[in-house]
């Protein structure tokens, strides 16, 4: 069965802080998608990275940074220098190649105080 | 901007009457669409997914006959609660993938409150 873990339910940091969200993963599955997911207060679901099993790259966007380890099957984000607009609750997910439907984490609320 | 829409994004009804939500695809054909539902402070859960010209399918738990699903075109996909219950109020969400980057978009979500 396919499981999506994020352990931290909410952290709270100081504007400028660097902050790193932690996902991990179960799948059977040797070929699969993760996701992460930005969830403002109005609701709507910011798409912010789609990374292939294959793809063992560490990302970087912006002030985002992605590590993802197939060994310890984590995909954790960073957010360097956060800001108070960062502030929203990030879903981490995962997808197995032939199929659409994502199965979420529960969610990680972000708090950034000026 | 948006690449998949939801009309409305807030519906107050009253209990026993039905409530339509729309899911659209901009500017792609999507022969499948998803319906999540989330409740407060918890995460999403796939409700069903939305088959264009055939039925939906459900996810165990997910009642057919409450929650119809209509995929008429290769851009809209319906949602309808019927016979809505003040348990229904939830936040409603679809899903698209997008070919061409091979990513899947959400739409703006649904309010829905049963009075």
């Known amino acids: 069965a396919q499981k999506v873990t994020q352990a931290q339910t909410e952290i709270s940091v100081v504007e400028k802080e660097d902050v790193t969200l932690d996902c991990v993963y179960e799948?059977?599955?040797?070929?699969?998608?993760l996701f992460w997911y930005k969830q403002p207060p109005s609701g709507e679901l910011v798409f912010l990275i789609r990374?292939?099993?294959?793809?063992?790259q560490n990302e970087i966007s912006g002030r985002y940074s992605w590590n993802f380890q197939k060994s310890t099957s984590s995909f954790n984000f960073t957010i360097t220098a956060s800001q108070v607009v960062d502030s929203a609750v990030y879903f981490c997910?995962?997808?197995?190649?032939?199929?659409?439907?994502?199965?979420f984490g529960t969610g990680t609320r972000l708090q950034v105080f000026p | 901007g948006a690449v998949v829409s939801q009309h409305p994004s807030r519906v107050i009804c009253k209990s026993g009457t039905s409530v339509k939500i729309e899911c659209r695809s901009l500017?792609?054909?999507?022969?499948?669409m998803f319906w999540y539902r989330q409740f407060p402070k918890q995460s999403l859960m796939l409700m069903a997914t939305?088959?264009?010209?055939?039925?939906?399918?459900?996810e165990q738990g997910v009642e057919k006959d409450k929650f119809l699903i209509n995929h008429a075109s290769l851009t809209l996909s319906t949602l309808t609660v019927t016979s809505a219950h003040p348990e229904d109020s939830s936040f409603y969400i679809c899903?698209?993938?997008?070919?061409?980057?091979?990513?899947?978009?959400f739409g703006e979500g649904s309010w829905l409150t049963v009075v």
């Open positions: 997910a995962l997808t197995d190649y032939n199929t659409d439907k994502l199965i």
């Open positions: 899903s698209a993938r997008r070919q061409v980057e091979n990513t899947i978009y």
């Open positions: 939305s088959n264009e010209g055939s039925k939906a399918t459900y």
């Open positions: 799948t059977r599955d040797t070929t699969y998608y």
């Open positions: 990374r292939n099993s294959f793809d063992e």
């Open positions: 500017d792609f054909q999507a022969t499948t």
